[in-house]
């Protein structure tokens, strides 16, 4: 195989060496051009099955808030052994990038291995944290990311619509979201006020007159009268913006 013909500074060189598309065991060697008798030679393993493997220290975060983890990254084989040979980059990143970012989107592993901290975004949901780099099977780790608390309330129909049908029983849902947003999932005890607004509370009757979340939602139902005219809907709790229809 031809050679490089390099200019050692200082006594040293640093190089580095791509890897086959197949295991393999290389030899590298370097001589000297005015003396090739002194020279050395190195043996090189390209292993195939190497993946990367993810750890996340914390088993979930709140969104919107100042949270970080620390995310450790590691080069192992199929049998799950650290390769400790192993000194490339990684290229860190999350399923959607409004669930956080990382200090350093590219770290360097040394002796297989690394650290990076994720600072959490506003979204709240269930997405990956990934590691690639060439060569290697890519790594993941799931990212569980939960609502901020409960901010706002707000009521929309059950099938989404618009309009309330007059002469009918339509079924209604109030909903509590974070700060951000989020469906306010882990908020099982918000208790607040359902009413009519008083110039339109002629226009139909609720089923109930209060509701409490469970898992950020409760539903109810109005019995529209027969006579046309608006629906003005409030929900509320003290502390909360309200929520309106």
């Known amino acids: 195989t031809p050679g490089y013909q ?23 060697t370097a001589a000297l051009t005015e003396q090739p008798d002194l ?14 493997q993810v750890a996340l220290s914390e088993p979930y975060l709140f969104a919107g808030s100042t949270d970080s983890e620390t995310v450790g990254i590691a ?20 399923s959607d990038p409004n669930y956080g970012s990382f200090d350093a989107e590219t770290i360097s592993l040394i002796q297989g291995a690394g650290t990076a901290v994720f600072t959490v975004g ?9 590691a690639e780099s060439t060569g290697l099977e890519v790594g993941s780790a799931s990212l569980e990311v939960k609502p901020g608390e409960t901010y706002e309330l707000r009521i929309r129909k059950e099938d989404g619509a618009s309009r309330a049908q007059a002469g009918e029983v339509e079924r209604f ?13 882990t908020d099982s005890t918000t208790s607040g006020t359902l009413r009519l607004t008083e110039l339109t509370e002629d226009f139909g009757t609720l089923s109930k007159s209060s509701f409490t979340l469970n898992q950020g939602s409760d539903d109810f139902s109005v019995n529209v009268g027969e006579v046309s005219g608006e629906l003005h809907l409030v929900a ?10």
């Open 6 to 28: 390099v200019t050692v500074k200082e006594g040293t060189v640093d190089f580095r060496v791509l890897s086959s598309v197949e295991e393999a065991t290389g030899t590298i």
């Open 39 to 52: 020279s050395t030679v190195a043996s090189l393993n390209s292993v195939d099955g190497l993946s990367l």
């Open 75 to 94: 080069v192992v084989d199929a049998n799950g052994v650290l390769q400790t040979g192993f000194q490339g980059d990684v290229v860190l990143s999350p």
């Open 122 to 130: 506003t979204l709240a949901g269930t997405g990956s944290l990934l």
């Open 173 to 185: 849902v109030v909903e509590g979201y974070d700060a951000n947003g989020n469906l306010a999932t």
């Open 236 to 245: 509320s709790v003290s502390g909360l913006l309200a929520g309106v229809w």
